[in-house]
């Protein structure tokens, strides 16, 4: 075992306030948001239970987290009704939508222009 995992572990949660786990090596019964979404559930405003912890060279504190949640307080999804579709669908026709010339693309237009790149290349 490396020097990264002791400094993950800590299952009490003495060092961190709340039950630390080293990556891949969390408990069963947890999940992260995404695992707990991709069985058709969602944290439903329970407490996080626990975080995993790794090594990050990126982040500044050193560490990444990714917090667990508890399997059996978990709620189902709320299913989508209609008028968030639409809203959905609103939403998405405005990001293939041109400002400035009104054509409508196929494809989401880039952010960082603010317009398609036809009237970016008329500038």
Do not use: H
Not at 29 to 58: D, E, N, V, Y
Not at 66 to 76: G, H, V
Not at 87 to 107: D, S
């Amino acid at each position: 075992m490396s020097a990264a995992y002791g400094k993950c572990f800590d299952p009490t949660g003495a060092r961190n306030g709340i039950p630390t786990y080293p990556w891949r090596y969390a408990p069963e019964g947890l999940a992260t948001r995404r695992q707990l979404r991709s069985m058709g559930l969602r944290p439903g405003g329970q407490p996080m239970a626990a975080q995993l912890m790794r090594a990050s060279r990126r982040r500044k504190t050193g560490a990444a987290v990714a917090y667990l949640y508890r399997i059996d307080r978990a709620k189902p999804v709320r299913p989508m009704t209609s008028r968030k579709w639409g809203a959905l669908a609103l939403a998405m026709l405005a990001r293939r939508t041109c400002p400035r010339c009104r054509v409508i693309y196929g494809y989401c237009l880039p952010t960082s222009l603010g317009m398609c790149l036809l009237c970016a290349d008329t500038d």
